[in-house]
């Protein structure tokens, strides 16, 4: 029985099974390794919907023997990195053998009399154990083998997290808070009631000058320019602005005419952060309107490159209510696209 498989040969299956160029899936695997690492080093527990969670396990320091020399050492402490998989997951892995039941072995019954008059010979017992141990492991790294390859297969659909918006949206921002300095500049209004109620005049006063400030104390997460340094991506300049990679789209949306692909930037380039009025996990129906539109900036951009994955970005579009935002973009979209997303099972996993 086969218990390995190579780096290579996962490429191959997983592209074979999806059509999708080996090349997308090797980068998209060494992504997702990244973002796997990052999230146990930040958060020590990964979790993937639908599938299971990453944790780390702490192992104090222990002492050991060397499996060559049997020489006795002492193993330092360390983190191993566990998956648990759901209940639907599992069950999934094992269906082939779901049908199956244990089965007494009835010639084993009279053997058992034989060992007990014997008290000071228990090695029978850790004989079996470690057998049964074993039969476990290799079934357990079996199952892995397969686990591994429904988990990358479902994982291709939901790392093309993209965020962006119109421009519209973002000058119906500004708008709005023009709207609300106008609301603030009517003095001579304050100054008519201030001869009745001098007190309450000036409370209102003070309230309607500090309104911008509370306007900007609700954005959750600021944003800010960025010149582009050797070696980054829209990937990496929003994983460390939004501690979430999977937003880079947003990025790009306000980028527009800085970027012409979104694979590719100039060294020097100096790019706007837009900010966020909610968090990462805690969006505002704002955000995730921006990000919609970010999306389907990025879908069209790929179409025009030409690029396979330009579909999985408006499959996230498609799995929000996010209605007003495909309409506006509803004459550059081809349908055959919007109808091949709405048949693909899955929830986009940003909110």
Known sequence: MIDKISFSDLVDKIAQDTGASKSLIHDLLIEMADVTKEGLERDGRVNISGLGHFSLKWHEVRTGRNPRTGEEIEIPAHNTINFKATSDLRKYINREYGHLKPEIIETDEPELPVIPPIPHKQEPEPEHKPLLDNGEKERKSFSWLWLIIPLIIIVLAFLFWPSKKDHAPVVEAPAQFDTQTEDVKPEPEKQQVVAKEPKAVETESIVADKQPASSEEKIGTPGGTRQV?????????????????????????????RIDNPDIL???ENLEIPPLQGEPGSLTRQDRDEIAAGFIEVYLDYKRLGK???????????KWE??????????????????FTSEIDGSPLIK
């Open 308 to 318: 396979q994955e330009a579909q999985y970005y408006l499959w996230v579009v498609s």
């Open 229 to 257: 340094q050797s070696g980054d991506k829209l990937w990496t300049i929003a994983n460390e602005y939004y501690q979430q990679a999977y937003l880079w789209p947003n990025i790009y949306r306000v980028n527009l005419n």
């Open 266 to 268: 100039s060294i020097g």
């Open 322 to 339: 996010v209605q007003e935002v495909i309409q506006r973009y509803k004459n550059r979209i081809d349908d055959a696209d919007l109808k």
